[in-house]
């Protein structure tokens, strides 16, 4: 990397008062009622090299959504060199107290600055009304402001995938899903992923256990120990570790990476990964603040746009029908010729959710509370 500032605990508390680091994430200030998308653009950046900040939740390891997202920092690095300045802040809690990382990186200059996790948003609709010069960017979020975008990746297109590749391999007929947060974000992930594979195979049942927390490596172990002892022989997640990809290894049974390559950690247990590349979003926003043309427009991209894909298949554990069906599949995905939640779609119950011929919109997908047939498992009080 070039110009690389990686801010510590023991700094950033002695600068803010804070007793945890945090990771940078994309974030755009707005206010907390919706602003249209026709907000004029930020101005363009001052002379010097640009302060870019992305705001963490987590360590970048060597796996998960942490990881993927500073790939797209050292994209950024790369593309950039001289002309920016990247700070990282990791391993920053959601809530209140992330608000004190968002302004202390405002207040130092940075004139963009990334937060990377949900539960960033209602701090960076704050400090982002506070620091109208400074373009803020958040992942995952549906609040906005003139200064304040949001930008997320359609990870469900990638679970849809794995669908198809679990619905093919499994032999129980029970696939474990070690699930996170219970925002619609994962649950739709879930049901995108079990629409596949019963596609693929009508007998499959996808068994769901939360953990109630994006990165807990002891509850992803427990998690998915639990799932293989109701008879699950594939596992999926949509956590920030590789541990249920460990422990397939360790059991002798297959499992999906998740957010970015995990085939290292269980070369035998591996089926394939579902991985997310930031980086052509992250360097277009760049570009798009120094040259003073970035708008807050909301950003979903998937397939069609490279930012979502199922990769490292396992070709001695997939069998060859599953690999054709899964490059069908995403052709069709990014043809704009298939949806996975276009209907007919029932709901855990068997009562009927999408009519057929409707194909939901993104509000719509945006609010997804409810599981699919064939998903067993409850969803904890919002």
């Known amino acids: 990397m070039r110009r690389k500032v990686l801010i510590t605990m023991a700094s950033l508390a002695a600068a803010m008062l804070v007793s945890a680091c945090g990771k940078q994430e994309n974030t755009t200030a707005n206010a907390p009622a919706a602003a249209s998308d026709a907000q004029a653009s930020a101005a363009p950046a001052g002379k010097g090299p640009m302060g870019v900040a992305f705001v963490y939740i987590g360590n970048p390891g060597d796996a998960g959504w942490t990881y993927a997202h500073e790939q797209g920092a050292k994209a950024v690095e790369a593309k950039f060199g001289d002309k920016v300045t990247v ?24 004139k963009l600055v990334f937060g990377t996790s949900f539960g960033y948003m209602d701090s960076m609709v704050k400090t982002a009304a506070d620091f109208p010069d400074v373009t803020f960017e958040h992942a995952t979020g549906f609040k906005s402001a003139p200064n304040l975008g949001t930008y997320d990746v359609r990870t469900y297109e990638g679970a849809h995938l794995a669908g198809v590749v679990g619905g ?32 693929a195979n009508p007998k499959v049942k996808v068994k769901v256990v939360w953990i109630n927390s994006w990165f807990d490596p002891g ?18 997640q949509n956590v920030d570790s590789a541990v249920v990809m460990q422990v397939a290894e360790e059991k002798k049974i297959h499992a999906f990476g998740w957010d970015s390559d995990m085939s290292k950690f269980g070369p035998n247990a591996h089926l394939a990964s579902a991985a997310i590349d930031w980086s ?14 970035w708008k807050n427009t909301p950003v ?23 690999r054709k069906a899964v490059t069908a599949r995403h052709d069709a995905i990014r043809d704009g010729k298939y949806d996975p939640f276009t209907g007919p779609i029932k709901g855990q ?8 011929g409707k194909t939901l919109n993104d509000d719509e997908k945006h609010q997804i509370n409810w599981f699919v047939e064939g998903v067993e498992g409850s969803l904890p009080k919002q």
């Open 168 to 199: 093919h391999v499994t032999k129980s007929n029970v696939i474990g899903y070690v699930a996170s947060v219970p925002i619609p974000e994962v649950i739709r992930n879930i049901d995108a992923f079990t629409i596949a594979a019963r596609e």
């Open 280 to 293: 052509k979003y992250y360097i277009r926003t760049v570009d798009e603040v120094m040259q003073g043309t």
């Open 349 to 356: 119950d068997g009562k009927e959710i999408v009519p057929a």
């Open 300 to 322: 979903w991209g998937g397939i069609k746009e490279d930012e979502i894909k199922l990769v490292a298949i396992n070709d001695k554990a997939v069998p060859e029908a599953a």
């Open 87 to 110: 700070t990282r802040v990791e391993n920053v809690p959601e809530g209140a107290d992330s608000e004190r990382v968002f302004r202390d990186l405002a207040s130092k200059g940075n």
């Open 219 to 236: 509850k992803e172990r427990q998690a998915a120990e639990s799932l293989v002892g109701q008879g699950a022989d594939v596992l999926m």
